[in-house]
């Protein structure tokens, strides 16, 4: 039988998703000698409109190389296929003959793949394969793309706190997670000791409280000199009103079509600003944007990750011999395996950071939020103890 | 004669003037046995309150390790001695018996170690050790701390420019510089092809001009598709005035001691949002504050950067035996050299970058710039094409 790969990139890109793209590619050249393997630019976006990239005989050199680079070579997408588009896709994927489609990306790329593959009516696999640096797929032990960025936060805040040991204040970094906490709490997978930063850490999954954290600030100022804070750019009310909502004025919030707020951007880090200048007037404060810069950094790509996503793409290959459904990282233990699960058990669904990963009363890491990331995050660096 | 150096470090903290310190210290020891090293903490401080670390019998083990750290592991200072000041610091010096005042930092520490100097009447050799991301000393081809800083910058807008060619609309990056453009010129070192960003670069030594700029933007986003820009904190207006108060309500801005505007924090970042909002409306813009994170990477410290600095920091004992002057890193037929220059020839002065580092009629780097860029750092990554 001919076999014919379709394969897509999916949301936000990160620092290995084209491994997991190259893993497919080549894994399906070994397993299928003589098949078509067809990149689709900008994600579903490329089968509606045939817009393929021909990889079938692309050199492995080229790939490699396409591999260690950052963010998705395809091109992505945010679009989220209604049943209309689906069909668009169906027509298209059928016309590309395609006998398996692997779309690479989070929980709402699974649940594309959930949509075509019940209403397919079979003869095409449909294989979502997990990216994210936000760490909130279900089934995922954690996910391609999450330590790469995660260890981007873990030294930038390690070297931040450094700077702050040297001219003392307050210092606020505004991290990427829209829902879940898991790249901001990465923030202290690298403290130097007891003393060090970040003091205090906000996620999506804890109810934010502006007097609370002023005083939580004040006491850390008292009791180390300087306060090192992460927050998760989706940090929330009590009321499950995110923040940036809840701290901008209304006429100045961007929603995207979907009417969901924009979090990325300085809104947040404003808010945060102004309330350390109204509360903590006279104390030296500063806050950064992360932003972009931990998602795709080509300084920061973790061999460790690049090699899971490389893995998670040749599985694929494998996956879609199966019938399809989702990859997933898992781990068994202390070891990640790759394991094949139900793509409805991923599809749409976001998998938080457990509560106990934060100290019940205090805004910081509990034990086992540390053993986590120790697990994920080995300390990369091993640097000597200030003077002062 | 018993040798006593004291060394102080000033400023904002670097990836590598702790380099700078250690090797200072271990050449002092090397040169003149028996010698007593005394590390002042926070700067000037330090020798005000007689708040020393003694660095005469630390293992080698334990300094090396401390140079490879980034930050000032001594702590740091933001002060300005006056005359009067400068009388304490004397008094403070003789009382330590101290025959060398090694002082790591800019041109206002060189500014300190010239009325140190001018006031002692002898007996003390004042040598100012060169430290600065921003690049901008006098009779100095480079900065240690830069090339490090300079290449986070280049990783981070080679890593952003990948990314928006995934997921197209304007970036902008926002990074530290209050007179000089250096830094933010570095956006441009690691361009992959004359496509690819930054298309814009905004530097404190050019007027800045709204609608010059929204023209721009637009232009950009009609020949490539995307727009990455690198703009500097300080960038500021025909009449010399900072952009952050041309755009930010005068209510909201922070002032230092010195009356100085606040240029870090997301000031800046959000007048640029708002203008983007307002004059290109639906297309997604997206704006980073890199803030502290380029300037003490500890995942991005580079080594020629680490062993200039640790040079110069052995250069400046040798500096003290012939009475002291500013160390400086010049440049002889493509090489770094080490020299001793007065330290009126660096105090309180302010190297720009050349205007002709930018091209005459767009704000992008010339052919000139880029090779400043390509000498100081010679590209470190290969990334592959991408597709799209």
């Known amino acids: 039988m001919n076999e014919t790969f379709v394969i897509a990139q999916g949301g936000g890109p990160t620092a290995v998703i084209n491994q997991t793209l190259v893993g497919a590619v080549l894994e399906a050249r070994r397993r299928h000698p003589g098949c078509r ?21 692309r050199s492995e050199e080229e790939l490699r190389r396409i591999a260690a680079t950052p963010s998705a070579a395809l091109g992505s997408t945010r679009d989220k296929p209604d049943a209309a588009y689906c069909e668009v896709i169906l ?22 793949q959930q949509i075509l593959a019940d209403a397919s009516g079979g003869g095409i696999a449909f294989v979502h394969a997990p990216k994210t640096i936000d760490n909130d797929l279900e089934e995922n032990d954690h996910t391609p793309g999450f330590i790469s960025a995660a260890e981007f936060v873990a030294s930038a805040f390690l070297s931040v706190d450094l700077d702050f040991r040297a001219l003392p204040g307050i210092y606020a970094g505004i991290v990427m997670g829209r829902h879940a906490g898991f790249l901001t709490a990465a923030s202290a997978a690298w403290r ?9 850490v906000y996620v999506p999954e804890r109810a934010f409280e502006r007097a609370r954290f002023v005083d939580d600030v004040k006491a850390t100022m008292a009791k180390h000199g ?22 901008v004025p209304a006429e100045m919030l961007e929603r995207d079509a979907h ?33 972009y810069l931990p998602r795709g950094n080509i300084g920061a790509i973790s061999p460790v990750d690049a090699k899971e996503a490389f893995d998670a793409g040749a599985f694929a290959v494998e996956a879609a011999a199966h019938g399809g459904g989702s990859v997933a990282l898992q781990e ?37 939020g540390h053993a986590y990331l120790d697990r994920l995050l080995p300390k990369k660096f091993e640097p000597g103890k200030p003077f002062v």
């Open 192 to 200: 130097l000791d007891e003393d060090s930063g970040p003091h205090l």
């Open 259 to 291: 009417g969901n707020v924009r979090l990325s951007g300085t809104d947040l880090g404003q808010a945060i600003e102004r309330i350390l200048a109204d509360d903590l007037k006279g104390t030296r404060a500063r806050v950064d944007t992360f932003g």
């Open 91 to 112: 027509k298209g994927l059928r016309d590309a003959s395609a006998t398996a489609f692997i779309y690479i990306g989070g929980n709402d790329t699974a649940g594309t």
């Open 226 to 247: 300087r306060c090192i804070i992460a927050l998760s750019e989706g940090i929330s009310s009590a009321s499950g009103r995110s923040m940036v909502e809840e701290l």
């Open 332 to 368: 068994e233990g202390g070891k990640t395996v790759i394991r094949l699960v139900p793509l409805s058990a991923v599809a749409g669904k976001t998998r938080h950071m457990p509560a106990d990963f934060l100290d019940a009363d205090e805004n910081r890491l509990s034990a086992k």
């Open 37 to 57: 393997v067809l990149g689709s630019r900008f994600g579903v976006r490329g089968i509606k409109n045939g817009d393929y990239v021909d990889l079938s005989q």
